[in-house]
C-alpha cells in the first residue's frame, strides 16, 4: 500500500501488520476488537479478545538517488 498515515479527529492512523507477516492493513480497517486495542498499542500488541498478534509498520525512508542535485557546499569537494 502506498499511502501516507491520514489522520482522523487530529489522530494519526497507523498501519499495522500480522505479527507472522502478511497484508497491511490501516487501524480502522483491523477488526472491531483488534482496531480497540491497537489505539493504546505502541509497536505491537496482542488482541485481548481474539488474539490476533499485531506489529507497527515502519516508516521507510526513500534512500538519496545519486541524480539528485546536491547542495552547492558538497559538489565542490567532488571531482
Same mark, same amino acid.
Given at each position: 500500500?502506498?499511502?501516507?498515515?491520514?489522520? $482522523?479527529?487530529?489522530? !494519526?492512523?497507523?498501519?499495522?501488520?500480522?505479527?507472522?507477516?502478511?497484508?497491511?492493513?490501516?487501524?480502522?480497517?483491523?477488526? !472491531?476488537?483488534?482496531?480497540?486495542?491497537?489505539?493504546?498499542?505502541?509497536?505491537?500488541?496482542?488482541?485481548?479478545?481474539?488474539?490476533?498478534?499485531?506489529?507497527?509498520?515502519? %516508516?521507510?525512508? %526513500?534512500?538519496?538517488?545519486?541524480?539528485?542535485?546536491?547542495? $552547492?557546499?558538497?559538489?565542490?569537494?567532488?571531482?
Amino acid at each position: 500500500m502506498d499511502r501516507s498515515p491520514q489522520r $482522523k479527529g487530529g489522530v !494519526a492512523m497507523r498501519l499495522w501488520t500480522p505479527g507472522l507477516g502478511g497484508e497491511v492493513f490501516y487501524q480502522q480497517d483491523l477488526p !472491531a476488537c483488534c482496531s480497540r486495542s491497537a489505539r493504546e498499542a505502541e509497536d505491537a500488541f496482542e488482541c485481548g479478545y481474539c488474539g490476533a498478534g499485531w506489529q507497527a509498520v515502519l %516508516p521507510v525512508e %526513500p534512500e538519496e538517488c545519486a541524480f539528485v542535485e546536491r547542495e $552547492k557546499e558538497e559538489r565542490r569537494g567532488a571531482a
